[in-house]
């Protein structure tokens, strides 16, 4: 599986962007799904997760009630929808994608298998 990631730019505070995740191959609906994010200096964090077979959506606290992550199967495509984005949530979006991964597991980064090559989201005050 190959992923490509799209839609970062520059924005302000209280503005929303949609990123997205095209990915190459088959049995894409079969994926578990995830967006990770990284701050200079900071660790990879998790963002949002599909379940495999796309049944659960996962959330982390921080973005719960403003991020929301969808998925087009017929497109091969995993989108999150940021709205009302804070300065914190400055980072390079990262997706990625596991067939094996077990929903316990779907925020730990090193799970997954497929990586994109990031997007940059930057958000001014």
């Known amino acids: 599986v190959q992923l490509q990631a799209s839609g970062g730019g520059l924005v302000q505070a209280g503005d929303s962007l949609r990123l997205s995740c095209a990915a190459s191959g ?3 609906s079969t994926y578990a799904m995830g967006w990770f994010r990284q701050a200079p200096g900071k660790d990879r964090e ?3 997760a599909f379940s495999r077979g796309g049944s659960g959506r996962f959330y982390a606290d ?3 009630g403003r991020f929301t992550i969808s998925r087009d199967n017929a497109k ?3 989108y999150l929808q940021m709205n009302s984005l804070k ?3 400055t980072a390079v979006y990262y997706c990625a994608a596991d067939r094996h ?7 730990y980064s090193a799970q997954y298998d497929y990586w994109g090559q990031g ?3 930057t958000v001014s005050s």
Do not use: G, H, M, Y
Not at 101 to 107: C, G, K, P, Y
């Open 26 to 28: 088959r049995s894409f």
């Open 46 to 48: 998790f963002v949002a």
């Open 62 to 64: 921080s973005v719960k």
């Open 76 to 78: 091969n495509t995993v």
């Open 87 to 89: 300065p914190e949530d």
């Open 101 to 107: 991964i077990i929903n316990s597991a779907l925020s």
């Open 119 to 121: 997007t940059q989201v």
